[in-house]
């Protein structure tokens, strides 16, 4: 069986609107306090995207990503990375630190930590792990386990520059606001998928200022989490 279509260039399919209909999360739910008290009790709560399918070609992995939510000046933003070009999974794309999981990983939790060390040199000393969201399965048919954490600064990254060719960050709010929120459809197989983006213009590490195109499974996983942050 042939592996399902997979997509390059997700810029070559317009966004066929927003998610502006739906509210952006209030100031109170973005804050450490509201974070730590949601992940301490269990919620009725499904998470809205799952995964892409996967590849049929493939044998299902499990892996970790960390969520890493930096605390600055009083608000918290997301660090992501953007992966190297020349990867076999995944290449140039916006991403969390993770990875696939080892056989002396204790659980979903260590594999994240140990991953984002190894790709950023994040210290777990600065990790403060609030809870995991449900895996998400993507179309490299990993099925990828989020792991939600608080990073405290102070803190120096370190990248491997194998597998990241940079790591910035992006205002929580603004990830948690549907109207950022843009939906694609793209024709895998004859069949219409949709994926979503979350285009941010920040600084780079030379000071100039450009986009980073959050899409595919890391956009996912953020639309999932402002899911479970609302309900």
């Known amino acids: 069986m042939a592996d399902r279509p997979r997509i390059t260039d997700p810029k070559a399919y317009p966004a066929v609107g927003t998610d502006d209909h739906l509210p952006g999360l209030p100031a ?109 399965t993507t179309v490299t048919r990993f099925v990828v386990t989020p792991v939600v954490a608080l990073v405290h600064p102070p803190f120096e990254l370190a990248l491997d520059a194998f597998e990241v060719d940079e790591a910035f960050e992006v205002p929580l709010p603004f990830l948690m606001t549907p109207a950022h929120h843009r939906r694609h459809i793209f024709d895998a197989g004859g069949k219409p998928r949709q994926f979503l983006s979350m285009p941010w213009q920040g600084e780079a590490a030379d000071g100039a200022l450009r986009e980073y195109y959050i899409w595919g499974a890391t956009a996912a996983m953020l639309r999932n989490l402002y899911g479970f942050l609302s309900a």
């Open 28 to 136: 109170e739910r973005l804050t450490p306090r509201f974070l730590r008290d949601r992940f301490s009790v269990r919620i009725d709560w499904r998470p809205e995207l799952q995964g892409d399918g996967g590849s049929l070609e493939r044998e299902p992995a499990a892996a970790s990503v960390l969520v890493p939510l930096v605390l600055r000046d009083e608000a918290l933003h997301v660090l992501l990375t953007q992966r190297t070009a020349h990867l076999h999974d995944h290449a140039g794309q916006v991403s969390f630190p993770g990875g696939r999981a080892e056989p002396h990983d204790a659980d979903e939790v260590a594999t994240a930590l140990r991953e984002a060390q190894e790709e950023i040199g994040l210290h777990p000393r600065h990790v403060e792990v609030l809870g995991c969201l449900p895996a998400y």
